[in-house]
């Protein structure tokens, strides 16, 4: 089976009445985790932004708190996986003022982490891609919030 296109995909929803596409959001959120998360962030949390910011960034201090530190092995594979939840909560806002605060943070526990990140070079690679992109999203921000956040860029 081919998947329409968006263009095709937008024409049909428009067209379908009000009950039906209930029912379709219902079917989709059953078929995939993703689908239920992201329609849950539409239909309460995308009003606020700062709570949802505030939620994500509670959800990741709980993750760095749970990393083992015995072997820098598991403390890559541990920061890539909350590395992977933060873009998946990045994506489902589409805000790139989201994607500051949480990028950011991330960097700021992961200089807490007491590891030394120069020594190893996936983890120093991991830091710097992160700087780069929250440095690309700051690009797309309203100059007074780019001076704010620009701060707290300097600092890590």
Partial sequence: MKASSINELKQEL??????????LCLRLARFK????ELLTYLL?????????????????ALQFADINKSNVYFVKKTLRKILRTARKYI???????????????????????NISINKHPVLLNMYEGQLKRINKALAGLHEDLQYDYLKSVHKL
Avoid: Q
């Fill in 44 to 60: 309460f949390e995308a009003h606020d932004t700062s709570a949802y910011i505030k939620s994500v960034k509670d959800t990741m």
């Fill in 91 to 113: 994506r489902y806002s589409g805000l790139e003022v989201v994607e500051v605060e949480l990028l950011i943070y991330f960097c700021g526990l992961m200089k807490e982490l």
């Fill in 33 to 36: 985790k993703e689908n239920k």
């Fill in 14 to 23: 428009v067209n379908t009445p009000a009950p039906a596409l209930v029912d």
